[in-house]
């Protein structure tokens, strides 16, 4: 049975918490940080079209850079090759966008197991990419997300103490399909 948009917004609060305990973010209902998470959650969870946002939105919004997105300029992991290097993350985001947006008009008649596994997917290829500056956990959530409202499906949250078994499952889609296919594109 599908949520309504009340349903949904009723667990902003709880999935707000749940990202920023996860991230080690602001958890005070009170502070700036934590409010513009929350009015961020509810605008994914309360939508009513399904309208896709690109992360860049949700990342500048998180970290008050309304005017610019600042992505990330060196990370160790891109020495190893586990991810691609800074210089690649623009070209990247922009082909996954494309991709995104040609699939998820397909995808929303799909059976649910297959929409569930494509909002994930779209989530853990955003963590494995790791674009920004900061808040790449939180706004890889805010677009798992707005996959699952975007694709009809019920609102799960993603709680912190599972957070174990959220990281391992991060970690094998990183090794499993993330690092190929950046091979494959030849970003790594």
Same mark, same amino acid.
């Given at each position: 049975m599908?949520?309504?948009?009340?349903?949904r917004?009723?667990?902003a609060?709880?999935?707000?918490r749940?990202?920023a305990?996860?991230? +080690?973010?602001e958890?005070n209902?009170?502070s700036?940080?934590f @409010?513009?998470?929350?009015?961020?959650?509810?605008?994914?969870?309360?939508?009513?079209?399904?309208?896709?946002?690109h992360?860049?939105? !949700?990342?500048m919004?998180?970290?008050?850079?309304? *005017?610019?997105?600042?992505y990330?300029? #060196?990370?160790?992991?891109?020495?190893?090759?586990?991810?691609?290097?800074?210089?690649?993350?623009?070209?990247?985001?922009k /082909?996954w /966008? @494309?991709?995104?947006?040609?699939?998820v008009?397909a995808?929303? +008649?799909q059976?649910?197991?297959?929409?569930?596994?494509?909002?994930?997917?779209?989530?853990d !290829?955003? *963590?494995?990419l790791?674009a920004f500056?900061?808040?790449?956990?939180?706004?890889a959530?805010?677009v798992?997300y *707005? !996959?699952?409202?975007?694709? +009809?499906?019920?609102v799960k949250i993603?709680?912190?103490?599972?957070?174990? #078994?959220? +990281?391992?499952?991060?970690r094998?889609?990183?090794?499993d399909? !993330?690092?190929?296919? *950046?091979?494959k594109?030849?970003?790594?």
């Amino acid at each position: 049975m599908q949520q309504t948009v009340n349903e949904r917004l009723e667990l902003a609060m709880k999935a707000t918490r749940q990202s920023a305990l996860l991230s +080690g973010a602001e958890t005070n209902p009170e502070s700036d940080k934590f @409010k513009a998470h929350l009015d961020l959650m509810r605008s994914v969870l309360g939508c009513k079209t399904g309208v896709l946002t690109h992360p860049l939105i !949700f990342n500048m919004a998180l970290c008050d850079s309304k *005017m610019n997105a600042e992505y990330r300029t #060196a990370i160790r992991a891109s020495l190893r090759g586990i991810v691609p290097e800074a210089a690649h993350i623009s070209a990247i985001l922009k /082909w996954w /966008w @494309k991709s995104v947006n040609k699939d998820v008009s397909a995808i929303r +008649g799909q059976r649910v197991e297959k929409r569930e596994k494509y909002a994930w997917e779209q989530h853990d !290829f955003l *963590m494995s990419l790791e674009a920004f500056a900061e808040a790449n956990d939180r706004t890889a959530r805010l677009v798992y997300y *707005m !996959f699952v409202v975007s694709l +009809g499906l019920r609102v799960k949250i993603i709680k912190a103490n599972k957070a174990i #078994a959220y +990281g391992e499952r991060q970690r094998d889609y990183r090794r499993d399909k !993330f690092i190929p296919l *950046m091979k494959k594109k030849r970003y790594l």
